[in-house]
């Protein structure tokens, strides 16, 4: 019986692996790994390669054993599984050579202004935001690196002398613990994001996971909670506390016993606002509304441009134009791809101009309190659908911000004696976060699916302690990078 199981486990095994495949695409001349690059197994279904190149299809996609692989500035390239198996699983391109561009560009040279104007023009003909249902894929990578973390009881009324040394042990192990930790946080969801207009969306999530070591899940937000859920155990537990840092009282009532109700609450379910929050928020900032990202990239008035060169794009002419902050409000220098024939914005890469940071907060020296946004770029790649207009199929934002908090705090007992426990808190670090939004399908909205649909106030999700590559090997999901796949918690299952 245990040899048939076993036979059995092999047999379901490469049959599970036999219906994917992965594969990476390398430049052919420099063999570095091309990223987002468009890995088509049908006409308008496929998937895009990762930051290292590698992508997962599933080979029952495939219509007619072929696949379409394509990207800005190579040949386009037609390929069999065959073809990848038989060279390693290694897909190489050649950059695009365009000898007609070469020709136009020795006769007169574009005028970049005029490309952007052009690009405006056209935008109601290119573009349709309203009234469609995206299926999709979304992955976040949260990290937080804490350079300092001091935290120490230096005033104890009603706690006796061994409780005091007691705290402040358990305060220096909770810090060796933090300042170690390297947080790192992965969570995949897919669903329908069915948007009316700009603000009117509704979410649906069919399947969402977690990939985190609970042991090293540290944020700013739960790091001071912490060293106060410590503190609050060498307290009076039939008492409540409030909780001061100055003259400022943060909490009416604190206890042992709603402290832990608080961190225990809904540790299996995501919720639906802040994930629809995620998705929305990336593509509405990706189309054309009047306050959307892409709209303030695009306006002369905000930024100047440079005509850079041509490239190619499925056998379409592609200007390059590069953009820079006009006025001291403009915050972004990156450059624009452009297609010649419609128009259009194909692909966007973006980053903090030179000298230019985002949200500042400095109150360093009176509240101990310093904040900046000293990272946000991205890209983003659209796909020409079959109406002939654009719309966003990945988008890529990465985002990061140094903080600095130094304050005392104050518990202070609610009784008649007011016992008083003080400790300072001073932390410096670090915080960056990935989000990434891969679009596998689009379709007309449904008014009457849209009015009748119930959106969740939350779903469950699947919790990981290391990444597994069956999760989502039947979906069109976006390949882990290899630090993802890396990944295994120190927690038990």
Same mark, same amino acid.
């Given at each position: 019986?245990?040899?048939?199981?076993?036979?059995?486990?092999?047999?379901?095994?490469?049959?599970?692996?036999?219906?994917?495949?992965?594969?990476?695409?390398?430049?052919?001349?420099?063999?570095?790994?091309?990223?987002?690059?468009?890995?088509?197994?049908?006409?308008?279904?496929?998937?895009?390669?990762?930051?290292?190149?590698?992508?997962?299809?599933?080979?029952?996609?495939?219509?007619?054993?072929?696949?379409?692989?394509?990207?800005?500035?190579?040949?386009?390239?037609?390929?069999?599984?065959?073809?990848?198996?038989?060279?390693?699983?290694?897909?190489?391109?050649?950059?695009?050579?365009?000898?007609?561009?070469?020709?136009?560009?020795? /006769?007169? %040279?574009?005028?970049?202004?005029?490309? @952007?104007? *052009? !690009?405006? &023009?056209? =935008?109601?003909?290119?573009? #349709? $935001?309203?009234?469609?249902?995206?299926?999709?894929?979304?992955?976040?990578?949260?990290?937080?690196?804490?350079?300092?973390?001091?935290?120490?009881?230096?005033?104890?009324?009603?706690?006796?002398?061994?409780?005091?040394?007691?705290?402040?042990?358990?305060?220096?192990?909770?810090?060796?613990?933090?300042?170690?930790?390297?947080?790192?946080?992965?969570?995949?969801?897919?669903?329908?994001?069915?948007?009316?207009?700009?603000?009117?969306?509704?979410?649906?999530?069919?399947?969402?996971?977690?990939?985190?070591?609970?042991?090293?899940?540290?944020?700013?937000?739960?790091?001071?909670?912490?060293?106060?859920?410590?503190?609050?155990?060498?307290?009076?537990? /039939?008492? %409540?506390?409030?909780?001061?840092?100055? @003259?400022? *009282? !943060?909490? &009416?009532? =604190?206890?042992?016993?709603? #402290? $832990?109700?608080?961190?225990?609450?809904?540790?299996?379910?995501?919720?639906?606002k802040n994930l629809k929050g995620e998705t929305h928020g990336l593509l509405h900032d990706a189309q054309t509304y009047d306050n959307?990202?892409?709209?303030?990239?695009?306006?002369?008035?905000?930024?100047?441009?440079?005509?850079?060169?041509?490239?190619?794009?499925?056998?379409?002419?592609?200007?390059?134009?590069?953009?820079?902050?006009?006025?001291?409000?403009?915050?972004?220098?990156?450059?624009?791809?452009?297609?010649?024939?419609?128009?259009?914005?194909?692909?966007?890469?973006?980053?903090?101009?030179?000298?230019?940071?985002?949200?500042?907060?400095?109150?360093?020296?009176?509240?101990?309190i310093k904040y900046v946004e000293n990272i946000n770029k991205g890209t983003i790649i659209f796909q020409r659908d079959a109406d002939?207009?654009?719309?966003?199929?990945?988008?890529?934002?990465?985002?990061?911000?140094?903080?600095?908090?130094?304050?005392?705090?104050?518990?202070?007992?609610?009784?008649?004696?007011?016992?008083?426990?003080?400790?300072?808190?001073?932390?410096?670090?670090s915080a960056r976060s990935k989000q990434e939004l891969f679009i596998i399908s689009k379709t007309k909205l449904n008014k009457g699916?849209?009015?009748?649909?119930?959106?969740?106030?939350?779903?469950?999700?699947?919790?990981?302690?290391?990444?597994?590559?069956?999760?989502?090997?039947?979906?069109?999901?976006?390949?882990?990078?290899?630090?993802?796949?890396?990944?295994?918690?120190?927690?038990?299952?």
């Amino acid at each position: 019986m245990k040899i048939f199981l076993s036979v059995f486990a092999i047999f379901a095994f490469n049959f599970i692996s036999g219906q994917s495949l992965t594969a990476k695409i390398i430049d052919a001349n420099t063999k570095q790994a091309i990223p987002f690059a468009t890995v088509q197994t049908a006409e308008y279904k496929g998937v895009i390669s990762n930051e290292e190149g590698f992508f997962t299809i599933n080979l029952e996609d495939l219509e007619d054993g072929n696949i379409n692989i394509s990207c800005l500035g190579y040949t386009s390239k037609t390929i069999t599984t065959s073809d990848i198996k038989n060279n390693n699983y290694i897909i190489v391109l050649d950059e695009f050579i365009d000898e007609l561009g070469k020709v136009f560009l020795s /006769t007169s %040279t574009p005028d970049a202004d005029a490309i @952007i104007q *052009k !690009v405006n &023009d056209n =935008l109601t003909k290119n573009y #349709n $935001n309203e009234n469609q249902t995206f299926n999709f894929f979304h992955r976040n990578t949260a990290y937080a690196d804490f350079d300092r973390f001091e935290t120490k009881v230096t005033k104890a009324s009603g706690m006796r002398k061994k409780e005091h040394e007691g705290v402040n042990k358990s305060l220096d192990s909770l810090t060796q613990a933090i300042v170690n930790s390297n947080t790192v946080y992965f969570q995949d969801y897919l669903g329908d994001l069915m948007v009316e207009t700009s603000k009117n969306a509704k979410l649906n999530v069919h399947k969402a996971t977690s990939l985190v070591d609970k042991s090293k899940n540290f944020s700013l937000d739960n790091v001071q909670t912490k060293a106060q859920d410590l503190i609050l155990k060498y307290l009076d537990t /039939t008492l %409540t506390y409030k909780l001061k840092t100055g @003259i400022i *009282k !943060v909490e &009416d009532s =604190l206890s042992l016993k709603s #402290n $832990n109700d608080k961190n225990e609450k809904d540790e299996t379910v995501y919720d639906v606002k802040n994930l629809k929050g995620e998705t929305h928020g990336l593509l509405h900032d990706a189309q054309t509304y009047d306050n959307s990202f892409l709209r303030k990239i695009i306006n002369t008035e905000l930024y100047k441009y440079e005509f850079v060169d041509v490239t190619g794009f499925n056998g379409e002419l592609v200007y390059i134009i590069d953009f820079k902050p006009r006025k001291a409000k403009s915050k972004y220098a990156g450059r624009l791809y452009i297609t010649d024939e419609t128009y259009a914005v194909i692909k966007l890469d973006y980053d903090f101009g030179k000298g230019k940071r985002g949200e500042k907060f400095n109150l360093k020296l009176l509240l101990g309190i310093k904040y900046v946004e000293n990272i946000n770029k991205g890209t983003i790649i659209f796909q020409r659908d079959a109406d002939s207009t654009y719309s966003p199929k990945y988008i890529n934002q990465e985002e990061g911000r140094y903080f600095y908090v130094n304050r005392p705090l104050k518990f202070i007992e609610n009784s008649k004696d007011k016992n008083k426990v003080g400790f300072n808190f001073l932390i410096e670090g670090s915080a960056r976060s990935k989000q990434e939004l891969f679009i596998i399908s689009k379709t007309k909205l449904n008014k009457g699916t849209f009015d009748a649909f119930k959106e969740l106030e939350d779903v469950p999700y699947q919790k990981l302690n290391s990444y597994d590559a069956n999760i989502w090997k039947s979906y069109n999901a976006i390949e882990p990078l290899e630090e993802m796949k890396r990944f295994k918690s120190s927690e038990e299952n």
